[in-house]
């Protein structure tokens, strides 16, 4: 297979970063481009990215000029990663997809349009059947999003009881890991010794968002799934790894060992194209007691699978359980990757003749 030219907007960030870390030995993409904001542009990657991972920065990438982004100057990829924030996201992305790209995006900004896929691989990869119809309507280019970072082990979760029991209502707690906040997140004086009970805009992601993935491609829009989600979110002091306390409501009764067998069952849509990104098992289930941990869990199945524990009765809906996913990895830039590398197998992602 000859290798896709890749670009990532966004690249100084901690999803950028990730993405680069990623991308440096992907056996599929060619990272050929990294772009950011214009006060970045044109100095090397090192001087203008505050590099936050425990692996060191890739060397082939320490010296290279960090490029504007803008479709004139990723010419020469074929798909971008976005990681920009939702406010550069709005005015950026539709500029790559007005002149043709392919831009996968871990943005919020235009999860919810109703032709853009909102894809978890394992749960919905069937809504990719939205890109043709967006296609129409920005001339050529389209975007593929991957969701919330709390909303992608919470939807891993709930995706195979919902298919076998039905999931009616949903009452979700999220402790949230501060690398979820980004670079400029809270300071340390606000987290130590503290839990932040609100995080700007997090909750309505929870609740629209896991009725669209949930949900079927009808008429070339989605039908979103009857499914009530009510979602509280607080700011911990974890680096990485979201925890999540859900209560389910299901359609038909299911007892505890039925819930662990669906979930320990599910291998989803793409179990067989042979992603580089997919882990064995897209749902872990953890028996112990006091499991899953942020600390112990996060980075099960290289970091890309829901690690799901304490299974049990609800007295007041139906199952409550909890569920772990690594933020960083499968709820941004894995995420992310893996929805390139679906696109590629699903024959969306042409090479682009370099300018």
């Not at 920065?57 to 976005?82: K, T």
Request: net charge neutral; glycine share 10%; charged share 20%.
């Amino acid at each position: 297979m000859e290798r896709v030219r890749v670009g990532i907007l966004g690249a100084t960030g901690l999803v950028g970063q990730r993405l680069v870390d990623r991308l440096a030995s992907h056996p599929w993409f060619e990272l050929v481009a990294l772009a950011a904001s214009d006060r970045s542009a044109g100095a090397a990657y090192a001087e203008v990215c505050r590099w936050s991972l425990s692996s060191p920065l890739p060397a082939a990438w320490a010296s290279v000029p960090v490029r504007p982004s803008r479709p004139a100057d990723l010419g020469d990829c074929d798909l971008v990663f976005s990681a920009l924030d939702p406010a550069a996201a709005r005015e950026i992305e539709p500029a790559f997809l007005a002149a043709g790209f392919v831009v996968v995006s871990n943005s919020s900004a235009h999860r919810m349009e109703p032709d853009v896929p909102l894809v978890i691989p394992e749960v919905n990869a069937s809504h990719l059947a939205l890109v043709e119809k967006q296609r129409r309507r920005t001339g050529g280019g389209f975007v593929v999003t991957n969701p919330n970072c709390s909303v992608t082990g919470l939807a891993l979760a709930l995706a195979p009881l919902h298919a076998t029991f039905g999931v009616k209502r949903v009452v979700v707690a999220t402790l949230q890991a501060l690398s979820g906040a980004g670079l400029d997140g809270p300071r340390g004086l606000e987290v130590v010794d503290n839990v932040i009970p609100f995080i700007p805009r997090e909750e309505e992601k929870i609740e629209t968002e896991v009725a669209k993935i949930l949900g079927r491609v009808r008429g070339g829009t989605v039908e979103r799934a009857d499914v009530t989600v009510s979602a509280h979110c607080h700011r911990v002091p974890t680096l990485e790894g979201h925890l999540e306390a859900v209560s389910v409501e299901t359609e038909r009764p299911v007892t505890a060992g039925e819930a662990a067998d669906a979930l320990r069952g599910f291998q989803g849509e793409v179990a067989d194209l042979g992603l580089p990104s997919s882990p064995a098992a897209p749902v872990l289930v953890r028996e112990q007691p006091d499991r899953p941990q942020p600390r112990l869990d996060r980075d099960a199945g290289g970091g890309m699978s829901a690690v799901v524990g304490r299974i049990r009765a609800c007295p007041v809906l139906t199952l409550r359980f909890e569920v772990l996913s690594h933020n960083a990895v499968r709820g941004a830039a894995g995420g992310a990757l893996l929805n390139a590398e679906l696109l590629l197998r699903r024959g969306l992602v042409s090479r682009r003749a370099a300018s």
